[in-house]
């Protein structure tokens, strides 16, 4: 089994829509949890750290569910400009600076 | 904000020759990271930097070496470069949680 793992998409969903990415890991000591941005040949960007509680920026909301090992990345009334892949990270083990990535899931909001 | 600056867009090196790969940050961060990016399989951690002078192998060094003499600089060596380190690479700092990436140096070796 990966260590993250996410579905690679793509997700093709018009504007205004509403999507969800989850994303698995394997480590039950991670502790530190992010989303990524990234555009086509660009490094990535940090969206949103994930917190046990939960936590929203505008249009994205983002959860953990540590029992079942997974984060989730929600968007709501997409935006042409949310086209990107969207990565998960997830640090190696608690305590550790090192970061695991996704593959990432790609998503394609069309007009 | 914190800028990571990556010394080169595009490289194009021949089979054999040394190749360096700097990267900058100028935030005072002791986190530096060297990752490759390849299509499918994600970004990968070559090697990491907690402080001056220390580094730390990641999940692929084989092939490459790395030197961290001033804090804000870590440079990512390809000792005899080869047609399978074709590939993009990224460099981030981080202090202490999260990644901010330099804009990446896409590598080709012929």
Redesign the interface.
Known sequence: RKEVEQDPGPFNVPEGATVAFNCTYSNSASQ?F?W?RQDCR?????LM?VYSSGNEDGRFTAQLNRASQYISLLIRDSKLSDSATY?C?V?AASGT????????TRLKVLA | DVKVTQSSRYLVKRTGEKVFLECVQDMDHENMFWYRQDPGLGLRLIYFSYDVKMKEKGDIPEGYSVSREKKERFSLILESASTNQTSMYLCASSFPYGYTFGSGTRLTVV
């Open positions: 530190s992010f990524y660009k490094e990535p960007k940090l750290s990565l990270v640090n600076y090192k970061y695991i990535f996704g593959t990432g």
